[in-house]
C-alpha cells in the first residue's frame, strides 16, 4: 500500500487511539520525518519555539506511541517491543532497525485470519 506524505499525517492524527492493527513502514515514518522538520523549525524559534515544541511533542505522544505499537504489530511482534527504547542508545538504534524492517505477511500473528488485532 503506497500512501502519500499528507495520506500518511492524516492515518497519523485520524488513528491516534487505536493501538490494534498494523501500520506500514510509511504510515510509520512520514509521521516521524514530519515530526523532526517540525522540531527543527520550533529550534530555529529560540524560546518560543522550546515553548511550542514542548506543546507539539505532548499533543503527539499518544499517536507517536499508538503509530509505533502498529509498526511492530506490522513486523509480526509485539507492541511491547517499542519499550527497548527505555535502553539507553542501544535500544533506540534496535527499534530503528525494527521500525525498518519490511512488513511480515507470511506468520504474522497480528495479520492472520480470526485474530481481533487483524487489519
Known amino acids: ?6 495520506e500518511a499525517i ?12 498494523c501500520a506500514t513502514r510509511a504510515e510509520y515514518w512520514y509521521p516521524a520525518l514530519y515530526m523532526f522538520i517540525v522540531g527543527l523549525v ?3 524559534l529560540g524560546d518560543t519555539g522550546t515553548i511550542l ?3 507539539f511533542a505532548l499533543i503527539n505522544i ?5 503509530v509505533g505499537i502498529r509498526r ?3 513486523i509480526g511482534k509485539s507492541g511491547w517491543w517499542i ?6 542508545l542501544i535500544g533506540g538504534i534496535w527499534f530503528i532497525v525494527l521500525a525498518a524492517t519490511p512488513t511480515k505477511e507470511v506468520g504474522n500473528p497480528y495479520k492472520e485470519a480470526g485474530n481481533p488485532y487483524k487489519v
Open 42 to 44: 520550533f529550534g530555529f
Open 83 to 88: 519499550l527497548i527504547t527505555l535502553i539507553p
Open 10 to 21: 492524516s492515518l497519523f492524527y485520524r488513528n491516534w487511539k487505536d493501538f490494534n492493527g
Open 1 to 6: 500500500m503506497n500512501i502519500t506524505f499528507g
Open 72 to 74: 511492530m504489530h506490522d
Open 53 to 55: 515544541s514542548g506543546l
Open 62 to 66: 499518544v499517536p507517536g506511541i499508538a
